[in-house]
T-cell receptor, first 118, second 112 residues
Framework: GAVVSQHPSRVICKSGTSVKIECRSL??????MFWYRQFPKKSLMLMAT?????????EQGVEKDKFLINHASLTLSTLTVTSAHPEDSSFYIC??????????????FGPGTRLTVL | GENVEQHPSTLSVQEGDSAVIKCTYS??????FPWYKQELGKRPQLIID?????GEKKDQRIAVTLNKTAKHFSLHITETQPEDSAVYFC???????????FGTGTSLTVIP
């Protein structure tokens, strides 16, 4: 149980285009999902908290108009990188918490999406 | 948000030896501390976690200790094996209990 998927796993796009990344909880409901960004050999940097049915909460320094988050259902959150530029190239990973868990419990991670902007 | 520091950034040990990774956190309200293992290009996998109401937890060759007063916690891996080679991240939860803030990671290499 507790499987999280991401799609696509890898995407290459031209500068100026927008890219949508999907994060799905496959066998559980998640009212809260999280989006992280990871540079090579670096840590996971929390970008935003995605809340089902409400606006996402962004961490300090993360542009909400650049990284659009939509959490339309209890099993799906999407991250759209708008007008992508080479500096947006990174590994994007989502995670989800099982609705049945209490506060502070495990997050389950997706396999990540490698974004390369040319 | 929470500030988590992790040391060392790289660690090499001989197979069979022990490895210790240390983390400190800033917010005394944090009450959940997971450790994740990440292999290259893969998703982080939870290997052990500890809550603030206990001081130590062990699972076979892996143990975690927590000192709430000093706000630091450590991962201990005994009898290391080559397959333990990976990047390890500690994390602490936010006071609201939902977000995780990760340490900077430790690249562990176990030399056969």
């Amino acid at each position: 149980g507790a499987v999280v998927s991401q799609h696509p796993s890898r995407v290459i796009c031209k500068s100026g285009t927008s890219v949508k990344i999907e994060c799905r909880s496959l066998d559980f409901q998640a009212t809260t999902m999280f989006w992280y960004r990871q540079f090579p050999k670096k840590s996971l940097m929390l970008m935003a908290t995605s809340n089902e049915g409400s606006k996402a909460t962004y961490e300090q320094g993360v542009e909400k108009d650049k990284f659009l988050i939509n959490h339309a259902s209890l099993t799906l959150s999407t991250l759209t990188v708008t007008s992508a530029h080479p500096e947006d190239s990174s590994f994007y990973i989502c995670s989800a918490r099982d609705l049945r868990q209490g506060v502070g419990d495990e997050q389950f991670f997706g396999p990540g999406t490698r974004l390369t902007v040319l | 948000g929470e500030n988590v520091e992790q040391h060392p950034s790289t660690l090499s040990v001989q197979e069979g030896d022990s490895a210790v990774i240390k983390c400190t956190y800033s917010d005394s309200a944090s009450n959940y501390f997971p450790w994740y293992k990440q292999e290259l290009g893969k998703r982080p996998q939870l290997i052990i976690d500890i809550r603030s109401n206990v001081g130590e937890k062990k699972d076979q060759r892996i143990a975690v200790t927590l000192n709430k007063t000093a706000k630091h916690f450590s991962l201990h891996i005994t009898e290391t094996q080559p397959e333990d080679s990976a990047v390890y991240f500690c994390a602490a939860n936010s006071p609201t209990g939902n977000q995780f803030y990760f340490g900077t990671g430790t690249s562990l290499t176990v030399i056969p």
